[in-house]
């Protein structure tokens, strides 16, 4: 009986590739327990990415015994679980071999290797694996081995692509390849793609096995791992475009192990530590690799913050914008000449009566809401299978406080003169400024302003500020020749974009309301006589 404890037969099951930019997955759940038998391509756990989630199958009928606990974080590559085959479960599950089982009980030494050679001799189909509920099929977009070569256990045989990632597919045995799919061919989830024959074993690990010098009592045994990088070397190779044959592997058997690959990148930025450990005689080899093409000059490292909760509502707005708007944008270009003269003429006229600068900004918002006036569609919204409109004109003005863009409202700044706007955006900015805005002071605009020129912004595309259907964006005043009267005359010009939700917004209505801002501005007495 103690013969029989010995000659079982176990194959470790790792946390399979499951898109190129997943480097660690979570073990959500074991769908079955430690000792339960499972069988061939049964689930038996549930493992979640940051992308998705998705089953993990049995890859042979067997004993389950589990690795890893539900909760842990894993890197791709990482073995989870075994399934161990014992004589005693092939005596259970098939009672007609009795004399065969006891035979091999019974065997010397010797005889487990001819067992093996026998179990060698058997074809593993490889189907394609499950990467993600959301993904039920998969393109072949190339074979990386090709029919008949003989590959080592672990080795990237094809890629494979999905709507989201791709990924290469890995050889679970050492053998011959068999293809059968085609480049290019569409397969759904379990497709076979190909086989891979036992009898190629032996080929496979003689082809893999490193060349070494010196006395045969210092080489290792050649097996399937000679030279190969484990899943976490081979990330990391990948990334510093090493290749793996210029490494060598100090695991067992000469497997390339996460250390040498790590150890390879210290000697491409420093050869003399392959220098000095060589002259202090380590027993065991070390990484020799090519000395990168170009060299990284300076200190290096990077930095980790924790987003802010205000980042991150931000960040998920803008996305959410991005996603349930049809956004466009139109651009003019205005002249800002008759402005400035006036603000040259009464600036300081109108900051002594009236305690406050006279900037761009009144300006701007006075001519914004005289042209939602005329277009009350660019300052509407919709709100379900509903558009509203307002009778009012509520500006957001987008103002850049410490913890990130914060979106202040000016309201009725319709019924507000210039000194009154430039009060209210004053007193928001220096609120703004110390983190002392309300919740109630950023919500509810029906339209937004946002001054990228102050940073010298030349040109952009802004995004809008959800609810709302229109932003307006101004940038820096650049003097440019333009012609006026058949002359070409220098001129302080400034870009304008209007970005709006073609949902409600036609480009009619959005180009038009552009242009009556334009008009408003480069004629400011209107924007007095409302005209």
Request: hydrophobic share 40%; aromatic share 4%; proline share 5%.
């Amino acid at each position: 009986m103690n013969n029989s404890t010995k000659n079982i037969m176990s194959l470790t099951i790792k946390v399979p590739p499951v898109g190129e930019s997943i480097t660690e997955v979570t073990l959500a759940s074991w769908k079955k327990k430690d000792g339960d038998p499972v069988k061939m391509d049964e689930v038996i756990a549930e493992l979640e990415s940051d992308k998705a989630t998705f089953e993990l199958t049995a890859e042979k009928a067997g004993i389950l015994k589990i690795v890893a606990k539900e909760g842990d974080t894993l890197p791709i590559g990482t073995v989870v679980a075994t399934i161990e085959e014992s004589i005693a479960g092939q005596v259970a599950a098939d009672s007609s071999s009795s004399s065969k089982v006891a035979a091999r009980v019974a065997a010397t030494p010797s005889q487990p290797a001819t067992a093996s050679a026998t179990n060698d001799s058997t074809s593993l189909q490889v189907k394609v694996p499950t990467v993600g509920e959301s993904i039920t099929e998969v393109t072949l977009s190339r074979w990386i081995k090709k029919d008949g070569d003989a590959i080592a256990m672990d080795e990237a045989i094809a890629e494979l692509e999905s709507d989201k990632a791709t990924f290469e597919l890995t050889a679970e045995k050492a053998g011959i390849l068999k293809t059968i799919a085609k480049e290019g061919d569409t397969l759904p989830i379990g497709a076979i793609l190909c086989t891979i024959e036992g009898s190629g074993a032996t080929k496979a690990m003689a082809d893999k096995a490193p060349v070494e010098s010196g006395s045969s009592t210092q080489k290792e045994a050649a097996t399937y791992a000679s030279g190969v990088p484990s899943p976490a070397a081979a990330k990391i190779l990948a990334e510093k475009g090493m290749a793996p044959e210029l490494v060598s592997g100090t695991g067992k058997a000469g497997r390339i192990t996460k250390e040498d690959a790590l150890l390879a990148e210290k000697i491409s930025e420093n050869p003399q530590v392959r220098s000095r450990e060589s002259e202090a005689g380590s027993p065991k080899p070390q990484p020799v690799v090519a000395k990168p093409i170009v060299e990284a000059t300076g200190a290096r490292g990077d930095r980790r913050e924790k987003m802010s909760s205000l980042r991150k509502t931000v960040a998920k707005r803008l996305v959410a914008v991005k996603n349930e708007t049809a956004m466009l944008t139109t651009f003019n270009e205005v002249d800002m000449s008759p402005i400035m003269e006036i603000r040259s003429k009464y600036k300081d006229k109108f900051k002594e009566k009236h305690g406050v600068g006279l900037g761009f900004m009144s300006f701007f918002t006075k001519a914004v809401c005289e042209a939602l006036k005329d277009w009350p569609t660019v300052g509407a919204r919709i709100e379900g299978e509903e558009v509203v409109y307002s009778n009012f004109a509520d500006i957001s003005i987008a103002v850049s406080a410490p913890k990130g863009l914060v979106v202040p409202v000016i309201r009725n700044a319709e019924s507000m003169s210039l000194a009154e706007i430039e009060k209210a955006v004053a007193a928001l900015a220096v609120k703004a400024r110390e983190n002392k805005l309300t919740l109630e002071e950023m919500t509810g605009g029906t339209f937004t302003i946002t001054n990228g020129g102050v940073f010298g912004s030349m040109l952009s595309t802004p995004i809008l500020n959800s609810p709302q259907s229109a932003i307006l964006g101004m940038h820096n005043i650049i003097e440019r020749p333009v012609a006026v009267n058949g002359q070409v005359v220098i001129r302080p010009m400034m870009y304008l974009a209007l970005s709006y939700d073609h949902r409600i917004v036609d480009g009619r209505e959005s180009v038009s309301f552009l242009v009556r801002v334009k008009q408003l501005l480069e004629d400011p007495a209107r924007l007095l006589l409302g005209v």
